[in-house]
């Protein structure tokens, strides 16, 4: 049966309310419903991949936008690209309700596995960060997602993607639009575009965004901006509307606030603790933080380097005040992370808590006599170190961002490590401990045993 207009499904749910069948009997009681999340339209997968011409009048000769450069068949996987559209409801940062029916059409962006039985059942979808002035796939780690077998959606939810998008290739993307023809230029649009976009990755059959594969869990992601988006979404919007999300990972990144009944995983670089105030763990969230990491870090620079010099021409460059990125791999725990978030979103099993990291009575973090912060998740790259990683740094730009990467010399290493076969066993140790502890996963313990190994 075709989907009912939204003034119609409105009122059915009012009807529900009133019988008691849709809301919580607080809710009931209160005559408040929910607004319902439309099903938007799907069109794809568009055509067209690397290499192309972004500027081709022909939508077969452009590819997406960031498309990977990684061998994903030889995973398993695919990357395909789907057009959304539809009405969506605007909404302010604080929540009020201030439009209804807008129509919109924007794009997401999907790799999956190619088959079900590849599939682990959790989709990971991600609002897409545009502090750069552009989609960024910051949360994308090709190894961490294919290897459990996760599906990743990268959602298009912003004016300033969307913008860059659309300039970027006219014939691919000229048709977008998240502002209701520039009514709404501050991403009023943007919570219910994303909302909707679940709504496409539940459906089966005819006009899925996953293919075959069906999903179990889905879980809203996003990384330092995007973050702050799924903050007022958690906080202000999504107390009025129909969960769609079965649980948020707020990736360094601001959390909620408000106690709600989805679960909230907030995962801190270095850079991000900046107090030692922080909100308490409770039955409903929990916040880890990572000695040594970056906000934004080596390994996201690395992989994404190559691709901006495809589709820019150039990969920005930054003059900073200390050698930037650190080396110290967060992804690690985000693989944990989203392991531990599904299945407290599917079973009610809550991760474990981790320390955090320490203050100095002068306000500032807490090092020890290498520089190294003290407190928080240890991985083995801190636990073990053969050079300086932090997460602070200061110069032009994005600087504050990347923390510090100083190699150690032969003297502080030969102190600390008598022999190549004391340094292996001891990263060997930290690695031991962060899997019993659940803040680490053995395949990548053992890939820093690996690496150790061949150092």
Not at 328 to 340: E, G, K, M, R, W
Request: glycine fraction near 10%; include cysteine.
């Amino acid at each position: 049966m075709a989907s009912l207009p939204r003034p119609s499904r409105r009122i059915a749910a009012a009807a529900l309310v009133a019988a008691g069948l849709l809301l919580t009997p607080v809710e009931a009681a209160a005559g408040t419903a929910p607004a319902p999340i439309d099903v938007p339209r799907v069109e794809g997968p568009l055509p067209g991949g690397p290499p192309g011409d972004p500027a081709s009048p022909d939508v077969a000769d452009t590819y997406p936008w960031l498309a990977t450069d990684d061998d994903l068949a030889a995973r398993g996987y695919v990357e395909q690209e789907f057009l959304l559209s539809g009405v969506a409801d605007a909404y302010s940062t604080t929540g009020e309700l201030v439009a209804a029916d807008v129509p919109y059409r924007t794009r997401v962006l999907v790799r999956r596995p190619a088959s079900p039985a590849a599939f682990n059942g959790t989709v990971l979808t991600e609002w897409q960060n545009v502090t750069a002035g552009y989609d960024l796939d910051a949360l994308w780690h090709t190894d961490l997602i294919t290897r459990a077998g996760y599906a990743w959606v990268g959602v298009s939810a912003q004016r300033v993607g969307v913008d860059q998008l659309r300039g970027w290739s006219p014939a691919r993307y000229g048709g977008l639009d998240v502002t209701g023809g520039g009514r709404f230029t501050a991403d009023q649009l943007s919570y219910d575009v994303f909302s909707q976009a679940a709504k496409a990755i539940r459906r089966p059959g005819q006009g899925s965004l996953l293919g075959r594969l069906r999903a179990d869990t889905v879980l809203a992601i996003g990384a330092s901006q995007s973050a702050g988006r799924l903050t007022v979404y958690y906080d202000a919007v999504l107390p009025k509307i129909e969960s769609v999300f079965d649980g948020y990972g707020q990736i360094v990144g601001s959390a909620p606030a408000r106690a709600g009944a989805e679960p909230v995983f907030q995962v801190l670089s270095e850079t991000d603790v900046r107090s030692p105030e922080r909100p308490a763990d409770t039955d409903r969230f929990r916040r880890w933080e990572v000695a040594g990491s970056a906000h934004s870090g080596w390994f996201g620079y690395d992989y994404r380097r190559p691709l901006l010099t495809r589709d820019l021409g150039a990969a920005p460059t930054y003059r900073c005040d200390r050698p930037p990125y650190s080396r110290v791999p967060l992804h690690h725990v985000l693989a944990a992370a989203y392991d531990h978030l599904t299945r407290w979103a599917e079973r009610g099993v809550a991760p474990p808590v981790a320390p955090p990291l320490e203050f100095a009575p002068d306000g500032t973090k807490a090092r020890d006599e290498l520089g190294l912060a003290r407190g928080g998740i240890r991985l083995s790259q801190v636990a073990a170190p053969t050079a300086l990683n932090t997460g602070d740094n200061s110069g032009e730009s994005f600087c504050r961002l990347f923390g510090t990467h100083v190699p150690f010399g032969e003297v502080t290493l030969d102190r600390l490590y008598p022999s190549h076969g004391r340094y292996v066993s001891t990263v060997a140790r930290a690695d031991a401990r962060n899997v019993k502890a659940g803040y680490v996963l053995p395949a990548d313990a053992r890939q820093n045993l690996l690496d150790a190994a061949r150092r």
